[in-house]
């Protein structure tokens, strides 16, 4: 079965630093989405991008993050220079067709990130 | 505020029995709710979607329920396994038409053999 697929599972960086997440959506679908879990917290969403532009984004979404999608099945999420609190675990999504309400969401298995 | 509540005491049954768990919200007019499994260490699976306009909705040993008068959905297991042992996620639409689910804190089962 296709599935959604995240590297690295755990980054650790450095406060300030850049880091790359990346993801493989499921190789048919159109929607891609980030989320993060703080640990212990529930799953917030930050952003969702569809034809190589972001459809929406969250409050947390500032201008430190940013998504690309650099080829035909790659989709990544930059954050420019860590903070302590973006400690987490970050979600890749992805959905097939129109981003219509009923349309399921894929998750893949997470990148933890830990910042010092 | 919108907000979403589900348990956070773990809930703790014997295998063979039927689990129920509980989301309730407030300030909210949801178009849908869907119910999610995340195991540790892991994302969320999606399980069942149900809409305002149903009052229930079935998948094998899973049942769902939807009362918008309440502003609650139940979730139930029936014949629960210790392989259902999980956190499970209540997730709704968010306001002004976005297709974003806003989820749940979560309630974490565990079924004891």
């Known amino acids: 079965e296709p599935e959604v697929t995240q590297t690295p599972s755990h980054q650790v960086t450095q406060m300030g630093q850049e880091v790359i997440l990346r993801c493989v959506p499921i190789?048919?679908?159109?929607?891609f989405y980030w989320y993060r879990q703080i640990l212990g917290q529930k799953v917030e969403f930050l952003v969702s991008?569809?034809?190589?532009?972001?459809?929406?984004k969250s409050e947390i979404f500032d201008d430190q993050f940013s998504v690309e999608r650099p080829d035909g099945s790659n989709f990544t999420l930059k954050i420019r220079s860590t903070k302590l609190e973006d400690s987490a675990m970050y979600f890749c999504a992805s959905s097939a067709t129109s981003g219509d309400n009923t349309d399921t969401q894929y998750f893949g298995p997470g990148t933890r990130l830990t910042v010092l | 505020s919108q907000k979403i509540e589900q348990n956070s005491e773990a809930l703790n049954i014997q295998e063979g029995k039927t689990a129920t768990l509980t989301c309730n919200y407030t300030?909210?007019?949801?178009?849908?709710l869907q119910w999610y499994r995340q195991d540790p260490g892991r994302g969320p699976v999606f399980l069942l979607l149900i809409r305002e306009n149903e009052k229930e909705k079935r998948k094998e040993r899973l049942k769902v329920t939807f009362d918008t008068t309440l502003k609650q959905s139940l979730f139930h297991i029936t014949a629960s396994q210790p392989a259902d042992s999980a956190t499970y996620l209540c997730a709704l639409d968010a306001t002004g038409g976005s297709y974003i689910p806003t989820f749940g804190r979560g309630t974490s089962l565990i079924v004891h053999p």
């Open positions: 190789s048919n679908h159109l929607y």
């Open positions: 991008f569809y034809n190589n532009e972001i459809s929406e």
């Open positions: 300030n909210y007019s949801p178009a849908y």
